[in-house]
């Protein structure tokens, strides 16, 4: 059945079918054929993957980060940025990489943040003297922090089907986010003295302590989002509800850049980027049972202990195989597919299941930049009216950064363990 399913997701791939209906008709396709399994466990999994109180908190959190960026959200994340990074080599680009880490913790989704901010920082990095294809990646990537500093839709879905703590791994994606923007940083700046790009003016304190002030606002979202989970004030999917709450009044009432008229669209964006993932959500339920039922994980495991019986060598493995995976399959639907699998494979050889659950989303989400399906990469590219020739040339110095990054969460897991141990043991 396995491998009918897989023959016909990939045949559906080929033919153009969204990956929602690729991975669910495969599976159902291969339920049937088989003729001992009921159909109807179909419609039960279709329910039942998506009847959960964690994933709630995705429509929630879409929503919040929807009504900042209408509120004019970006435009106080870079003013910050660029107060405090604007003057280093590089300028522009070191603001595009510390503006996205600000986005991050406000609307936990790579697309989004970086359709908001490369919007607005591409066209200048290009009039700064970046080329097209480095301006591209260094957004593309800078970006794809989206999901790994809290809060993150990927996460959230990860621990939906692991029975992990979300409020752990959101802990765990923030200092290695700040590690990889760091990576990202240095790897511009060699490129900036390179074409000669210099940093803009220096700000005062004066004039830092106003970009704050007027931003201030912006980065409390996230403190508040994460603060009421940590505290137990709330569940990660009542924070959703008061981020949109928070961002409603915010947005509407203090930066005013929000008007009545302006909600139907937000809303509308938010429901479409929702129903897109909880369809993924659902049609992949099918094929992860199906994954388990034909004991695919029990394979994997007995395969890699004719291999090696050191952990690390395994986490290394399996970072190459996500990366893989990530190159044909977009991030969440790869999530979806191979959480089932490769977590009771980290299990058995002793893997923290939360250092896992960090390397395992990185992988994936950084693996999604690549192409052919490079959806975030293709977002920058059309911004910037570049060409896949003129993006290729700047991208592996790019993922050198992300993968030795990875190096060190594998190596020291204390990196991605620090803030959960200490908030939650």
Known sequence: MLILSFVLFLLFLFLGVPIAFSLGLSSMVAILANGTISPMLVAQKLFTSVNSFSLMAIPFFMLSGELMEAGGISEKLIEIAKAFLG???GGIGMVAIGTSALFAGVSGSAAADTAAVGSMLIPSMIKEGYPKGLASVIQATAGSLGPIIPPSMTMIIYCSLTNLSIGECFMAGIIPGIIIAVGTGLVTRIYAKKLGIKGGKRYTWKEKGKALRDGCLAIIMPVIIIGGIVSGIFTPTESGAVACIYALIVSMFVYRNLHIKDLPKVLIRAASMNGMSILIVAGASIFSWLVAFEKFPQMIVNFLVGITDNKYIIMI?????????????????????????????????????????????????????????????????????????????????????????????????????????????
């Open 87 to 89: 003057h280093i080599t």
């Open 317 to 425: 493995l399996l970072v190459f195989f996500l990366l893989f995976v990530g190159m044909f399959i977009e991030t969440l639907s790869a999530t979806i597919i191979v959480a089932p699998i490769l977590m009771p494979v980290a299990a058995s050889y002793g893997i923290n299941s939360i250092q896992f659950a960090l390397i395992m989303v990185i992988t994936l989400v950084y693996a999604g930049v690549t192409p052919p399906v490079g959806g975030v990469l293709f977002i920058t590219m059309g911004i910037a009216k570049a060409k896949m020739k003129e993006v290729m040339p700047y991208l592996m110095p790019y993922l050198a950064a992300v993968i030795i990054s990875l190096l060190i969460f594998i190596f020291v897991p204390q990196v991605a363990l620090f803030i959960p141990n200490l908030l939650f043991r």
